[in-house]
């Protein structure tokens, strides 16, 4: 166990609906960062809250969107889902800027159908 | 042309063997990270590398910033070791990884 939870790990779902993701960060980082892993695209950086706000935006699209809560879980939830959005998505965390490593999450395996 | 670049992408070895992975970049960066990747998928963190060669056990990770590029390492290699390695960069001034495309090792016994 990372310490770093991801739920559902796996998610079933037909195109055009909505999803949530979970990430509950290790205790004590502040830094939360999702990412998105496809078989043609590899690993791509999505987003990264800090503390409750947005720090910094990678390959995102606009049908995604994430927060941040007060106890610093966050949730990313993808809507109108295409095909091409099945993936792994993953999330980490880290104390601050990632100047002291990252804890990567189990993943959460989504297939839109 | 990726921003990072990893050698080779498939490699299989014999336990025992001595390996190398490759990775090479072109932007400035804070930090070199090397990540293991198991078929069940989850990620593990490695080494994190701003300079120099850190060792764990049987891994050893070297980076030269001058040429950019850093190798990891794995002496007496073990079937356990199967898993996809990946080598990302913290862009210098940013918060955001850039992730290799993964080198995939396969150890038989």
């Known amino acids: 166990d990372s310490g770093v939870t991801q739920t559902p790990k796996h998610l079933i779902t037909a195109t055009g609906q909505r999803v949530t993701l979970r990430c509950s960060p290790r205790?004590?980082?502040?830094?939360v960062y999702w990412y998105q892993q496809s078989l043609d695209q590899g690993l791509q950086f999505l987003i990264q809250?800090?503390?409750?706000?947005?720090?910094a935006k990678g390959n995102i699209l606009e049908r995604f969107s994430a927060q941040q809560f007060p106890d610093l879980h966050s949730e990313l939830n993808l809507s109108s889902l295409e095909l091409g959005d099945s993936a792994l998505y993953f999330c980490?965390?880290?104390?601050?800027?990632?100047?002291?490593?990252?804890?990567f999450g189990s993943g959460t395996r989504l297939t839109v159908v | 042309k990726n921003e990072v670049e990893q050698s080779p992408q498939n490699l299989t070895a014999q336990e025992g063997e001595f390996i190398t992975i490759n990775c090479s970049y072109s932007?400035?960066?804070?930090?070199l990270h090397w990540l293991q990747q198991h078929p069940g998928g989850g990620i593990v963190s490695l080494f994190m590398?701003?300079?120099g060669k850190k060792k764990h056990g049987r891994l050893i990770a070297t980076i030269n910033i001058q040429e950019k590029h850093s190798s990891l390492h794995i002496t007496a290699s073990h079937p356990r070791d199967s898993a996809v390695y990946i080598c990302a960069v913290l862009r210098i001034n940013t918060d955001k990884l850039i992730f290799g495309t993964g080198t995939r090792l396969q150890v038989f016994p």
């Open positions: 932007v400035g960066i804070s930090a």
């Open positions: 980490a965390s880290s104390v601050g800027a990632g100047e002291y490593g990252y804890t």
């Open positions: 809250y800090y503390n409750g706000e947005e720090r």
């Open positions: 205790s004590g980082d502040l830094s």
């Open positions: 590398l701003s300079s």
